[in-house]
């Protein structure tokens, strides 16, 4: 049986990981044999180009950045995290004819599949195909992707799927909806609402999973920009001033978090389309062993 690949293209936003060993998101998915664009800051371009190659990247242009919405008065005076290279990963995948596109934080450890409680690693590149086949049979999804491993316990049930929740670090986008990136901090959060309060559809999958790395725990990426320095007060109350409706600040574990109730949104249904949906072909995914270990080099 030959092997599903996604339709649309990858897109991978990073900041000093050009090292191989921190470069995780692009290691799982070369064992998938998928080809992906590397997005970075032309300071970092030749690292990033030594390591992986020229067909590997992407040089962020400086517009992206005089040009994002930070929610705040600070401009490019502070690091803005991912968001506008995120903003030049939408638009180059418009311009290369691209209905939807995927973008990817730089620290995923791996992807995985849930089955009957269980959690299998696979270098299956149907993993990606899967989820875009059900977005394209709905006319008003505009935003999809796998939930995190940590948060997919065994030995709690989770419906296949979440509906109207925010997707975060691996993200599938619709191009024409009327959104872009913004906020210096939880751009994740900020354009999931920004696509929900508009009345549009996200789409969380709890059968596939993604083993992200917390964003502290690797040298290099919003850590070294801002979290280390700021802690995490002011990420948390620039959601709340942008969406006070549903956010609200909590204080546990010695530091600041925040709350977002997705419960208005809970009940806004999906409509199929009228017209025919993508043909869909019997797949059976190839897993490895829950013991197995992932490799730790991979030919290029």
Same mark, same amino acid.
């Given at each position: 049986?030959?092997?599903?690949?996604?339709?649309?293209?990858?897109?991978?936003?990073?900041?000093?990981?050009?090292?191989?060993?921190?470069?995780?998101?692009?290691?799982?998915l070369?064992?998938?044999?998928?080809?992906?664009?590397?997005?970075?800051?032309?300071?970092?371009?030749?690292?990033y180009?030594?390591?992986?190659?020229?067909?590997?990247?992407?040089?962020?242009?400086?517009?992206?950045?005089?040009?994002?919405?930070?929610?705040?008065?600070y401009?490019?005076?502070?690091?803005?995290?991912?968001?506008?290279?995120?903003?030049?990963?939408?638009?180059?995948?418009?311009?290369?004819?691209?209905?939807?596109?995927?973008?990817?934080?730089?620290?995923?450890?791996?992807?995985?599949?849930?089955?009957?409680?269980?959690?299998?690693?696979?270098?299956?590149?149907?993993?990606?195909?899967?989820?875009?086949?059900?977005?394209?049979?709905?006319?008003?999804?505009?935003?999809?992707?796998?939930?995190?491993?940590?948060?997919?316990s065994?030995?709690?049930?989770?419906?296949?799927?979440?509906?109207?929740?925010?997707?975060?670090?691996?993200?599938?986008?619709?191009?024409? *909806?009327?959104?872009?990136?913004?906020?210096r901090?939880?751009?994740?959060?900020?354009?999931?609402?920004?696509?929900?309060?508009?009345?549009?559809?996200?789409?969380?999958?709890?059968?596939?999973?993604?083993?992200k790395?917390?964003?502290?725990?690797?040298?290099?990426?919003?850590?070294?920009?801002?979290?280390?320095?700021?802690?995490?007060?002011?990420?948390?109350?620039?959601?709340?001033?942008?969406?006070?409706?549903?956010?609200?600040?909590?204080?546990?574990?010695?530091?600041?978090?925040?709350?977002?109730?997705?419960?208005?949104?809970?009940?806004?249904?999906?409509?199929?389309?009228?017209?025919?949906?993508?043909?869909?072909?019997?797949?059976?995914?190839?897993?490895?062993?829950?013991?197995?270990?992932?490799?730790?080099? *991979?030919?290029?």
């Amino acid at each position: 049986m030959p092997k599903l690949r996604p339709r649309f293209p990858i897109y991978i936003p990073s900041y000093s990981r050009w090292q191989w060993e921190r470069a995780l998101t692009a290691r799982a998915l070369d064992r998938m044999g998928l080809k992906y664009k590397i997005i970075v800051e032309p300071f970092q371009a030749d690292k990033y180009i030594d390591v992986f190659g020229k067909k590997y990247i992407l040089i962020l242009p400086e517009e992206y950045h005089r040009n994002y919405e930070t929610l705040d008065d600070y401009g490019m005076s502070k690091p803005q995290g991912p968001g506008p290279a995120r903003n030049f990963a939408w638009e180059h995948s418009i311009k290369r004819g691209y209905d939807w596109h995927w973008v990817m934080d730089d620290n995923i450890r791996n992807f995985l599949i849930r089955h009957k409680g269980a959690r299998y690693p696979t270098d299956d590149p149907a993993f990606f195909r899967l989820m875009e086949d059900f977005v394209l049979q709905y006319e008003n999804i505009s935003m999809a992707g796998p939930h995190y491993f940590m948060f997919s316990s065994t030995t709690i049930h989770r419906p296949p799927l979440t509906f109207n929740t925010r997707i975060y670090s691996c993200n599938l986008i619709r191009n024409d *909806v009327p959104f872009r990136w913004r906020g210096r901090y939880n751009e994740d959060t900020i354009l999931s609402l920004d696509m929900l309060f508009a009345g549009w559809v996200t789409v969380q999958f709890n059968v596939f999973l993604q083993e992200k790395v917390n964003t502290q725990k690797i040298k290099g990426g919003n850590a070294e920009a801002f979290y280390l320095k700021e802690g995490t007060y002011p990420k948390s109350l620039m959601l709340y001033r942008e969406f006070p409706e549903v956010v609200r600040l909590t204080y546990r574990f010695r530091r600041w978090h925040h709350y977002v109730d997705y419960s208005i949104f809970k009940q806004r249904p999906i409509r199929k389309k009228d017209a025919r949906p993508p043909e869909r072909t019997p797949y059976k995914f190839r897993l490895r062993s829950v013991k197995s270990k992932l490799p730790t080099e *991979v030919e290029r």
